[in-house]
């Protein structure tokens, strides 16, 4: 009799200094906090972010999240999820905006959060850190290359808000830079109204919420008194109504 051998396959990878394929990368552990990249099935660690990066990245997100409300538009703002790039590649923008839809999707699967081929975000946000160079010649070409609408470079160091747009062109992406004292025009929102001082030094967002909470209470107390107001001259009036009528008097003939 005949034996047939079992196709051989190898174990996955076990260290970052290993070759990875996008399906390793997704189930990958190696018990540490560090966050990875991929870049041709290459681990590439992440910085940890600085204090002003999250803050940034807390503020975008959360400005983002209340104009969507604002404009009952029907788009989700998350940080940290991956966008596959290439067969063997994914990156992990700092924010992404895609639909409930698409994020349903993400959220369904066992692994990494990645948006896979023809899983493609409205839009993607990279704040610069020590990598800035992937940010302006790596990643510009990787989410061109798979049509990533809009595209927002936030570098504090130079000051500057970089947005990126049309990945059709025939050289990728065209931008356009926007500095303290103007504020951003996003070619897929254009009513969302930021400012660039505020996106590159931004206030604590918990305080934000605060002081919206405070606003929305003073708003509703305030309704509440000139609602007792009415309610109190609306009383007085049915008084003197009755009052008149007991005299033999028609309210109504006054008015």
């Known amino acids: 009799m005949t034996q047939t051998s079992s196709p051989v396959t190898s174990p996955p990878p076990t260290s970052p200094s290993e070759k990875f394929t996008f399906e390793e990368y997704l189930f990958y552990q190696d018990n540490s906090d560090t966050r990875y990249e991929l870049f041709r099935g290459k681990l590439i660690p992440m910085p940890t972010p600085t204090a002003l990066h999250t803050d940034i990245c807390k503020f975008l997100v959360y400005q983002f999240q209340r104009h969507f409300a604002r404009a009952n538009l029907s788009l989700v703002a998350v940080k940290n999820v991956g966008v596959r790039t290439e067969i063997d590649s994914s990156r992990i ?5 895609c639909t409930p839809q698409l994020w349903q999707q993400v959220r369904s699967r066992k692994g990494a959060g990645v948006l896979d ?6 839009l993607v946000v990279e704040v610069t850190s020590e990598n800035w160079r992937d940010d302006y010649i790596r990643k510009r070409a990787e989410y061109a290359m798979i049509d990533i609408p809009e595209y927002w470079i936030v570098d ?6 970089r947005i990126l747009t049309q990945p059709e062109k025939e050289d990728g992406y ?4 926007f500095l303290p004292g103007q504020e951003i025009r996003s070619r897929q929102f ?6 660039v001082a505020e996106i590159l030094s931004p206030p604590i967002v918990e305080d934000l919420i605060k002081a919206e909470q405070t606003f929305v209470s003073q708003l ?5 008194e000139e609602r007792q ?3 109190t001259e609306r009383q007085r009036a049915d008084r003197l109504a009755a009052m008149l009528r007991e005299r033999g008097i028609d309210p109504d003939s006054f008015v």
């Open 93 to 97: 923008p700092d924010v992404i905006l």
């Open 117 to 122: 081929f023809e899983e493609v975000p409205t």
């Open 156 to 161: 504090a160091n130079k000051q500057r808000v």
């Open 174 to 177: 065209e931008h356009t830079d």
């Open 190 to 195: 254009p009513e969302l109204v930021l400012s």
């Open 220 to 224: 509703e107390e305030q309704v509440s």
């Open 229 to 231: 107001r009415a309610e």
